[in-house]
Each structure stands twice: as C-alpha cells, then as structure tokens.
C-alpha cells in the first residue's frame, strides 16, 4: 500500500510558476510510476503528466506540454510537478498517483487527496 500525501498547490498569477510535490510512503516508491492528473469543476478528471518508475521517460497532456515538468526523486519518494506560465485554464484540484502509469486513470492504483491550484487574470 501507498499513501501519497500533496502539501502546496495555492493561489498564483496567470504567466507565473507553482511547483507541486506529492510525498509518498508505505510499498518501495520507486516500485510505481506516477502521475499527476487535473479536474476542473464540471469537468472530468484529465491526464497532466507521467513518469516512469526510473524517471527515464516522461509523458504530457497536449494542454501542457512545454509548460509542465514532471520529476521524481526516489531517494526522497517524491515526485514534483513543476508548473510554468500558469494560464486560468490551468484552475482545478491536481491528484497525484501511483501505479502501471501511463495516461488513462484506471491504470493508478494509489491516489492522493488533491490540492488546489488557482490561476488568477
């Protein structure tokens, strides 16, 4: 068992950066991909950002991509998502999870509380 824990999030300016992390304990963190996922209200629950158990291959949402990093740091059994020219569309709860990995939502087996990013114009 995982238990992933989401400290940050918080209010920030459109063009400006937030950086998430997601803590993670219990089974070998380094055992799990992880992955970062966004909802927005009234919306469904959409793919942010992936990385492999090694953090040798990393994966984007389209909506993202160029913006986000997504990093993890086994010995610390955390994974980060760094957020850069932060848009109003980027408002919503972001998950951290853990499992096969990948972009669909049924492959994470672990999920954290959430934490919620605003976007100001």
């Known amino acids: 068992q995982v238990q992933l824990v989401e400290p940050g999030g918080g209010l920030v300016q459109a063009g400006g950066s937030l950086r998430l992390s997601c803590a993670a304990s219990g089974r070998t963190f380094s055992d799990y991909g992880m992955g970062w996922f966004r909802q927005a209200p009234g919306k469904v629950r959409e793919f942010v950002a992936y990385?492999?158990?090694?953090?040798?291959?990393?994966y984007y949402g389209d909506s993202v991509k160029g913006r986000f990093t997504i990093s993890r740091d086994n010995a610390k059994n955390t994974v980060y998502l760094q957020m850069n020219s932060l848009k109003t569309v980027d408002t919503a709860v972001y998950y951290c999870?853990?499992?096969?990995?990948?972009?669909?939502?049924?492959?994470?087996?672990?999920w954290g509380q959430g934490t919620q990013v605003t976007v100001s114009s």
């Open positions: 999870a853990s499992g096969l990995g990948g972009r669909s939502i049924s492959t994470y087996v672990h």
């Open positions: 990385t492999t158990w090694s953090g040798g291959s990393v």
